[in-house]
T-cell receptor
Framework: GAGVSQTPSNKVTEKGKYVELRCDPI?????LYWYRQSLGQGPEFLIY????????DSGLPNDRFFAVRPEGSVSTLKIQRTERGDSAVYLC???????????FGEGSRLTVL | GENVEQHPSTLSVQEGDSAVIKCTYS??????FPWYKQELGKRPQLIID?????GEKKDQRIAVTLNKTAKHFSLHITETQPEDSAVYFC??????????FGAGTQVVVTP
C-alpha cells in the first residue's frame, strides 16, 4: 500500500518501560509529523521533521520523549520510563510540503499499565 | 504559538438539515486551514481546506468560509446524511508547517 504505515498498531507496556513507535511515511513526502490523541480530544502536536532534521519539537512533553528520522524517511518516536499518562493513540502523518495535506497513519495505541 | 478553539463539541442534526462548525485561531500568520473527518477507530482524513487568500470554498455539500479579520473559519455541511456522522477537526498552520488542531466536534446525524 502507498499510505502511511505505523507499527505496532497496539502496544501494552508496564510503567517504567521503554517504547519505540515506528512510522513509514508515503514515499517522497519530506514532511513528517507526530501527534498524540487522547480519547475525545483533537490531535496534539508533538514534533515534525523536514527531511532528517526536526523542524519543530516544541510539542514534546518532556525529555522522556525523543524522535528521530535518520535517513529522511522512516521515523521512530521513543518514549523512556513510560508513565500511565502516556497512554494515548500516537498518530503519524506525512505531507509532500509543509503546508500541504496531511496523510495520517492508522495510529499506534499505547497503553501503559 | 497558535491556539485553535472549536465549537460546538457535539452537534446533533436531523438528516437533511445543515450543520455548522466554527473555529477561531490566534496567530495572524496562519494561512492554511484544513478540515479533517475522523470516523470511529479510523484515521483523520482531509475533507476540505482553504488558504488565506480565499474567503470561501465549496465542494458539493461541504463548504468552508474564512474571515481573516475576525480570525475564524467555519465548516458548513448541507443536506446531511447518516454517513456524515463522525468527528470533525479544524486545524490551522502558518508557513512553517506546524499544524494545530481544534478539540473536535462529534456530529450525529439522526434519520
Amino acid at each position: 500500500g502507498a499510505g502511511v504505515s505505523q507499527t505496532p498498531s497496539n502496544k501494552v507496556t508496564e510503567k517504567g518501560k521503554y517504547v519505540e513507535l515506528r512510522c513509514d511515511p508515503i514515499s517522497g513526502h519530506t514532511a513528517l509529523y507526530w501527534y498524540r490523541q487522547s480519547l475525545g480530544q483533537g490531535p496534539e502536536f508533538l514534533i515534525y521533521f523536514q527531511g532528517t532534521g526536526a523542524a519543530d519539537d516544541s510539542g514534546l512533553p518532556n525529555d522522556r520523549f525523543f524522535a528521530v528520522r535518520p535517513e529522511g524517511s522512516v521515523s521512530t518516536l521513543k518514549i523512556q520510563r513510560t508513565e500511565r499518562g502516556d497512554s494515548a493513540v500516537y498518530l503519524c502523518a506525512s505531507s509532500l510540503a509543509i503546508t500541504g495535506e496531511l496523510f495520517f497513519g492508522e495510529g499506534s495505541r499505547l497503553t501503559v499499565l | 504559538g497558535e491556539n485553535v478553539e472549536q465549537h460546538p463539541s457535539t452537534l446533533s442534526v436531523q438528516e437533511g438539515d445543515s450543520a455548522v462548525i466554527k473555529c477561531t485561531y490566534s496567530d495572524s500568520a496562519s494561512n492554511y486551514f484544513p478540515w479533517y473527518k475522523q470516523e470511529l477507530g479510523k484515521r483523520p482524513q482531509l475533507i476540505i481546506d482553504i488558504r488565506s487568500n480565499v474567503g470561501e470554498k465549496k465542494d458539493q455539500r461541504i463548504a468552508v468560509t474564512l474571515n481573516k479579520t475576525a480570525k475564524h473559519f467555519s465548516l458548513h455541511i448541507t443536506e446531511t446524511q447518516p454517513e456524515d456522522s463522525a468527528v470533525y477537526f479544524c486545524a490551522a498552520t502558518d508557513s512553517w508547517g506546524k499544524f494545530q488542531f481544534g478539540a473536535g466536534t462529534q456530529v450525529v446525524v439522526t434519520p
